[in-house]
């Protein structure tokens, strides 16, 4: 808890340009991001209902986490460790930090929520239609489901190349921000208007994961293509922080 009694979240960020690791600063809760981190971004503590430590899992960028190799997932677990018993609860805040969960051993003793990704499997327990996953790549996500055992229930779409989608990919895409927030909306429109036409993955689909955690700030958007619950890490953490109080 911090010092006034409040429960504190411990969020756990990609390694990029902008990243601060906030938990041995002198008073962790001061920092500010920069202003091409706004609020509907998981790096920017106002993004959260409670006072929030962050801690950078390194080598772990956004391409790197994807693709899963030793060095980020280590650096997901080594991230975990230092939050662990420092917070009331640790969130990922990429949706590919799950590959992490194999090689927290021994589990931490802080409640742990690494991705949206972590309850695909009720996903799909809840529907005996497919689940769609919607992913900054398509081409990483369909790689990184592919060993689930239901994979064939799982569509994905991807925003790879829809308009500024691609810009939030750099290193310094907060710093030197060369995208806009209209102009991801108007990307996600893009495709998921395609996702929604007939025989499209977004029709039928009987629950809908945000990989993602940019697109939570979107999710009016999405919800205007689909009637299918909407799981993202977001709300997940909000259902958990009420049970915490």
């Known amino acids: 808890m911090s010092a006034t009694g409040e429960l504190v979240l411990g969020v756990i960020v ?12 002198p008073d ?23 006072p929030t430590l962050f801690a950078v899992a390194e080598n772990a ?26 917070c009331d609860l640790i969130v990922g805040g990429c949706g590919y930090f799950g590959a992490a969960w194999p090689h927290l051993d021994p589990a931490p003793r802080t409640p742990t929520v690494l991705s949206a990704l972590d309850h695909l499997d009720d996903a799909l327990r809840s529907t005996s239609r497919d689940v769609v996953v919607i992913s900054m790549s398509g081409s990483a996500a369909t790689t990184f489901l ?29 710093t ?17 208007a395609v996702a929604a036409r007939p025989g499209g993955p977004l029709v039928d689909a009987g ?7 940019v697109l939570p700030q979107f999710r009016r958007v999405i919800r205007e293509y689909t009637r299918a619950p909407i799981i993202d890490v977001g709300r997940i953490v909000d259902g958990l ?5």
């Open 14 to 25: 990609l390694e990029a340009e902008h990243s601060v690791e906030t938990l041995d600063l």
């Open 28 to 50: 962790p809760f001061a920092w500010r991001p920069p202003a091409g981190l706004s609020a509907g971004f998981y790096g920017n503590p106002d993004a959260w209902p409670l």
């Open 61 to 86: 960028t956004g391409r790197s986490s994807a693709e899963g190799t030793p060095a980020a997932v280590q650096g997901v677990v080594d991230a975990v460790a230092r939050l662990d018993g420092r």
């Open 146 to 174: 592919a060993p689930h055992p239901q994979s064939a229930r799982v569509r994905v779409i991807g925003l790879d190349d829809a308009a500024d989608w691609p810009l939030i990919g750099r290193p310094d895409w907060a």
């Open 176 to 192: 030197a921000p060369q995208w806009t927030l209209d102009g991801l909306e108007r990307g996600l429109r893009d495709v998921l």
């Open 207 to 213: 629950a809908v994961v945000l990989e993602c955690t």
């Open 241 to 245: 922080v009420d049970r915490l109080t």
